[in-house]
Every structure is written in C-alpha cells, then in structure tokens.
C-alpha cells in the first residue's frame, strides 16, 4: 500500500522515511496544500493537514503535528512552535529568542518536553493517531548543526551524554518524540498486515 505524507517539512519527511521507509511506501504529496492549522491541540492540527490531503489527492494519508513545550512559558511555543517570532526567518535566530527569554525572566526552570502526534487517514470512517513524547531541558546555549528546528536548544533527559537533538541526530532518530509516534504507527501497521 502507498501512503502520502501530508508535509511539505523535508526535515520531517527525511526522519519518517528513514523510520518506515523498509516497510511501507511513502511518498511526498505531489503538490503542496496551504493549511490552516488553527486547532486547539496537536491532534486536532494533525487532523486537518491528513483531512486536507486525503480529500484532494484521495489517498491515505500520514501527517504529523509536532512542537517544543516549555513548562515554564508553555504558551509561548506549544502548538504555536511553527508561529514564534516570525520577525526571525532563521531557526537559529528563533533558538536564540527562546534562549534571551529564559534570561529576560531570569527562568531557572528549563524542563521542556518535544510531542509528536501522527494522523494515519485510512478513509472519513478510519483515522487514527498516534504520539510519543520526548522530554528534557532547554540548553544554555545553542549547540550542533544537525536536525532541524528547536533541535539545538533541546538536551533530551534520555541521551546517555546529555547531547542536543541536533548534536547527535542519529540518535535522535531512533529516540525521539517522532520515532516513538512512528514505532506506535509501525506496529499498529503489523497488526492490519
Ligand atoms: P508543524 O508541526 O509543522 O506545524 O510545526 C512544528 C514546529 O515545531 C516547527 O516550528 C518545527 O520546526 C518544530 N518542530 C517539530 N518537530 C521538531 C523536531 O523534531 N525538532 C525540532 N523542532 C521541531
């Protein structure tokens, strides 16, 4: 069976081919749809972008609504992640206003958790989800080149050498909030096989 993925994220569309890739075909959607992704929450956000691309391309449909919570400005990133200071194009100019605002606060509290939520549209009458999280703390500083996004302020608890998301993104890989959404899709995929 042939899946499209409703994103247009390469970051994301990489990591997902890379966790799936083996099992099931997965294909970029061949065109770009503008969603609006004003939900209340990651589930709903993830509804609309699978809702949206299964009703154009009539096809089942995978997609992923993702972002950074900090527990002690969780209003600031959340499900408005993609949205902060869109003043800055850069995400390294986005990681560094992040950083400024635990300094402006003088916020010692830098728990923050990443959640992932997939959307597997099968058909209208059989759409599941799946989520996985991955906690850890904002860093002081940004750190490594890889991943993507918030990756370089992100230290998950779960590194056995506390590392950044985007120090060691083969590691995240297999860890992350995405893989372990993925991992609950792929054997969610072994029980209809
Ligand atoms: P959306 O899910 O495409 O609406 O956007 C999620 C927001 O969170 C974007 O700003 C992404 O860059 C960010 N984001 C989502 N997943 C990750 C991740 O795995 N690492 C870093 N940033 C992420």
Redesign the pocket.
């Known amino acids: 069976m042939s899946i499209i993925l409703a ?1 247009q ?1 390469e ?2 569309v990489k ?1 997902i081919q890379e966790y799936l890739g083996r099992i099931i075909s997965l294909k970029k959607a061949p065109e770009a749809l503008e969603v609006i ?1 004003d939900g209340q929450s ?1 589930q709903e ?2 509804l609309k ?1 699978a809702q949206a691309y299964y009703d154009k391309f009539q096809t089942p449909t995978l997609s ?5 919570i900090l527990e002690a400005f969780p209003e600031i ?1 959340g ?1 408005h ?4 200071a869109p003043e800055f194009p850069e ?1 390294s100019d ?1 990681c560094q206003r992040v950083l400024d605002i635990y300094q402006e606060k003088k916020e010692s509290y830098r728990q923050a958790y ?1 959640i ?1 939520v997939l959307c597997y549209y099968l058909s209208p009458q059989e759409i599941y989800f799946f989520e996985g999280k ?1 906690k850890g703390v904002i860093a002081e500083k940004l750190r490594g080149e890889g ?5 370089p302020i ?1 230290l998950p608890d779960a590194h056995p050498q506390s590392k950044s ?1 985007a120090e060691d993104p083969e590691w ?1 890989d297999s860890h ?3 893989a372990k959404a993925l991992e609950s899709f792929r054997e969610f995929l072994k029980t209809r096989s």
């Open positions: 994103s994220n970051h994301k990591e992704e990651f956000n993830a972008k992923d609504d993702s972002g950074l990133l499900i992640s993609a949205r902060f995400y986005k990443f992932c991955s991943g993507f996004g918030y990756d992100f998301f995240k992350s909030h995405r």
